[in-house]
């Protein structure tokens, strides 16, 4: 049985940075991509980052372009995200994402109820 465990999460003042990591178990992905989602309170779950687990293709919502950067340990089955000048509008708990059928630019574009294997999240709060 896959599962995804979150860490990282935290509470940071606005312009401060933080990394969150995910990892994979229970399989050893070789193809499609894994990502970062997140939900505010009373908001949708959005589309953060997504990267192949090659990591030859990324792609990121335009909120976060610029400022996050997703990486990818396909041999240690691990996913992080970098998040710098964070913004109070990036408090939301991020949630990571893994699908074998679909490659990152899918991970941006599908529901994201298709997705296959989710963590359980973890909050990021950002005080302003």
């Known amino acids: 049985q896959v599962q995804l465990v979150e860490s990282g999460g935290g509470l940071v003042q606005s312009g401060g940075s933080l990394k969150l990591s995910c990892e994979a178990s229970?399989?050893?992905?070789?193809?499609?991509?894994m990502g970062w989602f997140r939900q505010a309170p009373d908001k949708e779950r959005e589309f953060v980052a997504a990267?192949?687990?090659?990591?030859?293709?990324?792609d990121y919502a335009d909120s976060v372009k610029g400022r996050f950067t997703i990486s990818t340990d396909a041999s240690k089955n691990t996913m992080s995200l970098q998040m710098l000048s964070l913004e109070p509008g990036d408090t939301a708990v991020y949630y990571c994402?893994?699908?074998?059928?679909?490659?990152?630019?899918?991970?941006?574009?599908?529901?994201?109820?298709?997705?296959?294997?989710w963590g359980q999240g973890t909050l990021v709060t950002v005080s302003s």
């Open positions: 994402a893994a699908d074998e059928k679909y490659g990152s630019a899918w991970f941006k574009f599908l529901d994201y109820k298709y997705l296959e294997f």
């Open positions: 990267i192949s687990w090659r990591g030859d293709n990324v």
């Open positions: 229970g399989r050893t992905f070789t193809s499609g991509a």
